[in-house]
């Protein structure tokens, strides 16, 4: 009961923060609260002034609200990655990108290419 009442917490928390992003990461934060259960969006849009504080790349997609920050406490940042690639086709998400921390899960939206698609970007933030 404790869990669900945080789980709920957590969506109008994530509903807030996504406000401003565009619907394909909407859609994809609530395809993963219903696989997983409890997403934390960490996150989401950020104005280029805010993007400056936190220290995001000048030309960052969260300033574009196409991108968002998450975690899911307790089930491990490659089963999250694994579920993303093997729903790809499933809700047609081409040019997803993805980069995966330590403690949280980085996803992107590019312009829709004809094939779907998903890469893994390094460190700097460049694609691989
Ligand atoms: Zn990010």
């Known amino acids: 009961m404790l869990l669900l009442e945080r789980s709920g917490d957590n969506m109008i928390q994530n509903e807030e923060k996504l406000d401003k992003c565009t619907p394909d990461v909407r859609t994809i934060v609530r395809a993963l609260e219903q696989e997983f259960g409890n997403v934390v969006v960490t996150s989401g849009y950020r104005s280029p002034k805010y993007n400056k504080e936190v220290g995001g790349v000048s030309n960052s997609a969260h300033t ?3 991108a968002c920050d998450f975690q899911i406490p307790n089930v491990h940042v490659y089963k999250i990655a694994s579920w993303l690639l093997y729903n790809i086709r499933k809700y ?19 312009p829709r290419k004809s094939t779907p698609a998903i890469w893994q970007y390094s460190r700097d933030g460049k694609s691989l």
């Open 64 to 66: 574009k609200g196409t």
């Open 92 to 110: 047609n998400w081409v040019g997803m990108g993805v980069n995966i921390y330590t403690q949280f899960i980085h996803i992107d939206f590019k």
